[in-house]
């Protein structure tokens, strides 16, 4: 049996592609009418966090450290010795270091596997898959994540895929700062914002996070995905906070994320 808790914009349809793979999958939401769409695909729905302890393998896509701590708490004493855990949300690589130190001391395997591709990309099954585990744990949840995931890359022992996945997305916020800054300029310039995007999207200058701030009108226009992308920049400047490569990104990214912010508070 395959469990999964975080049914949003990403572990939604993450968890979705399991049940259409054929998965026995158990899911469960504080929201009861979140469980709908999944109990149609297939999959049963479970009254509380510790009804999927006889899983083998549980899937956790939550929002930050304290709602995979919350989950884990009612989850690790749940489980049978020789399951495993797989924590899919951007979290300090410090905090699944220690849920996998306890993991352990109960038989069970603790797998850190953020993933990069958004829902688009869940829908479609091509997410990035950035694991970090031993090399027994991933494995075992290879076929799991191939679900949903199209490359999938074990890049060391547990944390390593939190690493990763922060770099990641800092540079992700650090590109979309920088284009804003080159959007405005171009405008100040007299330069037609569409022509702009059209060359730059042929040119040496183009990114994808050039092509996400060409999209909006306005940077308040990024408001829902602005909170997430700044606690990733924030967790890069907590677990490198005197590094000039961390400094960089953070600086880059942070006029555009303050803008984006001002019209959603992050989430909690």
Known sequence: ???????????????????????????????SE???????LGARAVPAIADLGPCEHVGICV???SDVRAVC????????PGSRIAIH?????????????????????????????????AEAGTLTVMCGSDEAAF??????????????????????????KIINNALLAANMGVAHGAI???????IDRAMLAAL????????????????????????????????DVGLLAAILPEHSGARLLGAAADDFLKSANTAQEPQS
Do not use: Y
């Open 200 to 231: 730059i999207a042929q040119s040496s200058g183009r990114s994808f996070g050039f092509e996400i701030a060409a999209r909006l009108p306005s940077p308040s226009a990024f408001a829902t995905g602005a909170p997430l992308l700044a606690k």
């Open 63 to 65: 929002i930050n450290d």
């Open 139 to 164: 494995t075992a949840a290879r076929p799991v994540f191939a679900c949903f995931g199209k490359l999938i890359v074990r890049l060391g022992e547990v944390g390593a895929g939190q690493r990763a």
């Open 73 to 80: 708490a009612e989850l690790l004493p749940a489980m049978r």
């Open 184 to 190: 405005t300029a171009a405008a100040a310039l007299g």
């Open 89 to 121: 949300s951007t979290v300090l690589p410090e905090t699944v270091i220690a849920l996998a130190a306890e993991a352990q001391t109960r038989g069970i395997a603790l797998i850190d596997a953020p993933v990069s591709g958004g829902a688009p990309g």
């Open 1 to 31: 049996m395959i469990g999964f808790i975080g049914l949003g914009s990403q572990g939604g349809p993450m968890a979705a592609r399991i049940a259409k793979a054929g998965l026995p999958l158990h899911v469960w939401a504080r929201r």
């Open 34 to 40: 979140a469980l709908v769409p999944f109990v149609e």
